[in-house]
Nanobody, 118 residues
Framework: QVQLVESGGGAVQPGGSLRLTCAASGFTFSDYFMSWYRQAPGKERELVTSISNSGNTYYRDPVKGRFTISRDNAKNTVYLQMNSLNPDDTAVYFC????????????WGQGIQVTVSS
């Protein structure tokens, strides 16, 4: 059974930090491209950052220099370190796994709330 379980969300003040964790099971993690998406209230879900099997990364412009994605294939886990958070980062964050080299299989986590507010 495939599972992606996010943890580490919560409420933080502007300028604060959070580290999200996505623990994967039920598939060969090292064969999958991993991404973090987010969805703010009233907005569409958007790609925030991604990391390839080999460790190549992509960041959406608003989070460049503040967010860092990493993966530990031995632990079947992907991380999202978020620093200098601001209210625009408030959203539900989702972990996604995409099979490679063909995106035949795509799995989503249940999402976790991140709230940035003073």
């Amino acid at each position: 059974q495939v599972q992606l379980v996010e943890s580490g969300g919560g409420a933080v003040q502007p300028g604060g930090s959070l580290r999200l964790t996505c623990a994967a099971s039920g598939f060969t993690f090292s064969d999958y491209f991993m991404s973090w998406y987010r969805q703010a209230p009233g907005k569409e879900r958007e790609l925030v950052t991604s990391i390839s099997n080999s460790g190549n990364t992509y960041y959406r412009d608003p989070v460049k220099g503040r967010f860092t994605i990493s993966r530990d294939n031995a632990k079947n886990t992907v991380y999202l370190q978020m620093n200098s958070l601001n209210p625009d980062d408030t959203a539900v964050y989702f972990c996604k796994a995409t099979s490679t080299p063909w995106p035949t299989y795509q799995y989503w986590g249940q999402g976790i709330q991140v709230t940035v507010s003073s």
